[in-house]
């Protein structure tokens, strides 16, 4: 149980395109959702809480209008990367909260590796 | 300024050793997790703890929780090869759903 998928795995765009990336929770449903990137050898860092139904709120210094989020549903989440510069490649990966086993736990997805040429 | 300061940073040890990972700060928090990554992949959660003084095991890795709340360690005993990843503490502050993490520690274990 608590499986979440991420989609695509990796993805190479050039730069200037935007891109998406899907996460789902696909045993549970997931009212909040998170949104982290993650420079190699490095922790996680929170760019954004998506929240089913209404405006993500975002961290300190992340662009809400370059790192779009939209969670439709209750086990669907979208971060768009859009106008993709070559700083913007790095791991990203989400995560979800199953509310039905704990508070505070999170689940995470297996990640999408952005390269922008 | 790092919420929750993990430590070491890096950790190189033959396997059969054992070793501990620290995970400490000013804040109290509600509970604290602990998550194994490896590389390009996302973290996957080892354990949760909430309570104060709070001690779980899971085979080889036990798990303490401080009393005040405001520290973890995690011990491995004979660490072996299938054990390297990066280990990360990650703590979610009183009335707050989101987590703040530590900045990780890279175990390699050397057969």
């Known amino acids: 149980g608590a499986v979440v998928s991420q989609h695509p795995s990796w993805v190479i765009c050039k730069s200037g395109t935007s891109v998406k990336i899907e996460c789902r929770s696909l045993?549970?449903?997931?009212?909040?959702m998170f949104w982290y990137r993650q420079f190699p050898k490095q922790s996680l860092m929170l760019m954004a809480t998506?929240?089913?139904?209404?405006?993500?709120?975002?961290e300190q210094g992340v662009e809400k209008d370059k790192f779009l989020i939209n969670h439709a549903s209750l086990t669907l989440s979208t971060l768009t990367v859009t106008s993709a510069h070559p700083e913007d490649s790095s791991f990203y990966i989400c995560?979800?909260?199953?509310?039905?086993?704990?508070?505070?736990?999170?689940?995470f997805g297996p990640g999408t590796r952005l390269t922008v040429t | 300024t790092q919420l929750l300061e993990q430590s070491p940073q890096f950790l190189s040890i033959q396997e059969g050793e054992n070793l501990t990972v620290y995970c400490n700060s000013s804040s109290v928090f509600s509970s604290l997790q602990w998550y194994r990554q490896e590389p390009g992949e996302g973290p996957v959660l080892l354990v949760t703890v909430v309570t104060g003084g709070e001690v779980k095991k899971l085979k080889r890795l036990t798990f303490q929780f401080g009393d005040a709340r405001k520290d973890s360690s995690l011990h491995i005993t004979a660490a072996q090869p299938g054990d390297t990843g990066l280990y990360l503490c990650?703590?979610?502050?009183?009335?707050?759903?989101?987590?703040?993490f530590g900045e990780g520690t890279q175990l390699t274990v050397n057969p």
């Open positions: 045993d549970f449903q997931a009212t909040t």
């Open positions: 990650a703590g979610a502050k009183v009335g707050g759903s989101r987590l703040t």
């Open positions: 998506s929240n089913e139904g209404s405006k993500a709120t975002y």
């Open positions: 995560s979800a909260r199953d509310e039905g086993r704990g508070l505070y736990e999170q689940y």
